[in-house]
């Protein structure tokens, strides 16, 4: 069945620290990979996106996204976290139809 | 914001009870969805919709049914509720839309719905 995989369930991180979130899915042929994030009571909002091209994807709020089609990994980053950037993190892939697969969310807490 | 609202935004009620969440949106889209939100599980598609009087199943159906007679609303019933749907409740939207934003596999989510069953 396909899946999706994120590593990390719980995150702790002080401000400015380097973070990086796993994300591998499951599926052979060609997906969409998106990365969403839901702040503290808030609804989900799209921070990045992977459809074709350049597989470093620039999103909002300083984050990124490396496509790596070998190891079926979409994993997100940032150089340097803030308090502000507490919050959930989910990795979705679209497997050939335009429904969701999303992962299980990564909690991420930035210490001031 | 792609003008989707949710109603109700809480709501608590009794195993037995008919339960109805509305999903309405302004811009036109084609596809709707609705998930529940749950710990350690993410997010789950219970069902969607591609067009008008045109649903299916998603993962986790199971008690729960939709309708869809207009473009803008989307309801999910609970025929009769359990203490297992308690969850976080989000409709998304997808496909192009009236504001020319948007597209097939882009979806946008409602502000959730939190449903308590005692």
């Known amino acids: 069945a396909q899946s999706v995989s994120q590593h990390n369930h719980h995150v702790i991180l002080s401000e400015a620290a380097s973070l990086e979130l796993g994300c591998n899915y499951s599926?052979?042929?060609?997906?969409?990979l998106f990365w969403y994030v839901q702040y503290p009571g808030q609804h989900l909002q799209l921070l990045l996106k992977y459809f074709s091209g350049d597989p470093l994807v620039k999103g909002i709020k300083g984050f990124e996204a490396e496509f790596i089609k070998s190891k079926f990994s979409f994993n997100l980053r940032k150089p340097s976290v803030q308090w502000s950037d507490t919050a959930e993190y989910f990795c979705a892939v679209i497997p050939g139809t335009y429904k969701y697969i999303f992962g299980t969310g990564t909690r991420l807490k930035v210490l001031a | 914001d792609a003008g989707i609202t949710q109603s109700p935004r809480h709501k608590v009620t009794e195993t037995g009870t008919p339960v109805t969440l509305r999903c309405h949106q302004t811009e036109n889209h084609r596809y709707m969805y609705w998930y529940r939100q749950d710990p350690g599980h993410g997010l789950r598609l219970i069902h969607y919709s591609y067009g008008v009087k045109d649903t299916d199943k998603g993962e986790v159906s199971d008690g729960y049914s939709v309708s869809r007679s207009k473009t803008e609303d989307f309801l999910l019933t609970l025929e009769s509720a359990t203490s297992s749907q308690t969850s976080v409740y989000f409709c998304a939207i997808s496909g192009a839309g009236t504001s020319g934003r948007g597209s097939y596999n882009e979806q946008f989510f409602g502000p959730g719905t939190r449903l308590t069953v005692l």
């Open positions: 599926y052979g042929g060609t997906v969409n």
